[in-house]
């Protein structure tokens, strides 16, 4: 769990608004990942400052997507539950502000980073340096090959 203050600096030194307004709504909400990149306009209660999760976004083979695409966005969450949250006035003015400039009509999924990176074809998962591998959470070096 973050402290205000470290979450303050990481918020501040995010690269544009949609990474905000990702970090606030997940703070906000505690949605999961999964559920905060799979939010369309009638997930929004603007005025009661309420967030509904309905869907869930998930990666998948092309053998289980019905168009062969790389991600599904489910009509139900991980475990069926579809709550519903109060979320920080901030940000339920950072959302319709966000919604507006891309032309979200009702149904579309809402534009945040993770989305924007799948539709670029860009990497969605950090990838070690060569001479590097990733654990546990932990990196470290390749052990070198004696010969």
């Known amino acids: 769990m973050a402290t205000k203050d470290q979450f303050l600096r ?6 544009h608004q949609p990474a905000k307004v990702l970090a606030r709504l997940g703070l906000s909400s ?3 990942l999964c559920e905060l990149i799979s939010f369309i306009p009638e997930d929004f209660d ?3 400052d ?6 869930s976004t998930v990666e998948v083979t092309a053998k289980y997507h019905p168009t062969g ?3 599904l966005t489910r009509e139900y969450t991980k475990n069926g539950a579809q709550p519903r949250f109060k979320i920080d006035h901030a940000v339920s003015g ?3 502000e966000h919604i507006a ?3 979200i009509a009702p149904g579309q999924v809402v534009p945040l980073p993770m989305v924007q990176a799948v539709e670029r074809g860009l990497r969605t998962r950090p990838q070690a340096p060569p001479d590097r591998t990733v654990g546990t959470g932990v990196v470290t070096r390749r052990a070198e090959r004696s010969h």
């Open 46 to 48: 603007f005025a009661a």
């Open 69 to 71: 695409d790389r991600f």
């Open 94 to 96: 950072m959302a319709p």
């Open 101 to 103: 400039p891309h032309g």
């Open 30 to 32: 505690g949605a999961r």
């Open 50 to 55: 309420m967030l509904s999760v309905r869907r």
């Open 10 to 15: 990481v918020y501040d030194a995010l690269p």
